[in-house]
């Protein structure tokens, strides 16, 4: 158990929708990134927070956005959904803002029919 | 721009045998962090090692070893006398230092392992 928890486990939504996903990252850590995972693009790296500020932005699409809480919770938001938005997100955190091993929860898998 | 490659798509290998999954990794960074992480069929992504480009000292973690070479920006990692419960879908990482402040992964494509018994 890697300490990260990501709700729901899974998502079936329709095309145009909005969702959000939720993650707790490990105890002290102040970092928090979002991976998406599909089978065309392999790992990709969407959004990194530290300690509530943005950090970071890798391929992210303006129709997906994140935030994270106070209390280091971090939420992503996609909206418009589209087929192509199907995919395992993970969300995966570090503690402070270094090179340290991220640890990632178990995904959301996300389906838009 | 950071880039990891690994070669091999899918492996499959009889129950004890050993097999070594290639990485090889694109920086222009001189300090940098590659890892490992395994994803079995359950989905969740593990970690397995850190090494940073100061120590090129190979590891060994029980029937895990890792041979990182500078020389040839590799990461390679070997699995001795596999398990059916090897099977997976293992990464290799790069992770940069400098830069943003970020710290974010670039990840390989992965190799999927099958031991078949």
């Known amino acids: 158990d890697s300490g990260v928890t990501q709700t729901p486990k899974h998502l079936i939504t329709a095309t145009g929708q909005r969702v959000t996903l939720r993650c707790s990252p490990r105890?002290?850590?102040?970092?928090v990134y979002w991976y998406q995972q599909s089978l065309d693009q392999g790992l990709q790296f969407l959004i990194q927070y530290y300690n509530g500020e943005e950090r970071a932005k890798g391929n992210i699409l303006e129709r997906f956005s994140a935030q994270q809480f106070p209390d280091l919770h971090s939420e992503l938001n996609l909206s418009s959904l589209e087929l192509g938005d199907s995919a395992l997100y993970f969300c995966a955190s570090s503690d402070r803002d270094r090179p340290s091993p991220l640890h990632f929860g178990n995904g959301t898998r996300l389906t838009v029919t | 721009a950071q880039k990891v490659t690994q070669a091999q798509t899918e492996i499959s290998v009889v129950e004890k045998e050993d097999v070594t999954l290639d990485c090889v990794y694109e920086?222009?960074?001189?300090?940098?962090?590659l890892f490992w992480y395994k994803q079995p069929p359950s989905g969740e992504l593990v970690f397995l090692i850190r090494?940073?480009?100061?120590?090129?000292q190979n590891e060994i973690s029980g029937r895990y070893s890792w041979n990182f070479q500078k020389s040839t920006s590799s990461f390679n990692f070997t699995i001795t006398a596999s398990q059916v419960v090897d099977s997976a879908v293992y990464f290799c990482a790069l992770r940069q230092v400098s830069g943003a402040g970020s710290y974010q992964l670039t990840f390989g494509k992965g190799t999927k392992l099958s031991v078949i018994p």
């Open positions: 105890s002290g850590d102040l970092s």
């Open positions: 920086t222009r960074d001189t300090t940098y962090y």
């Open positions: 090494r940073n480009s100061f120590d090129e």
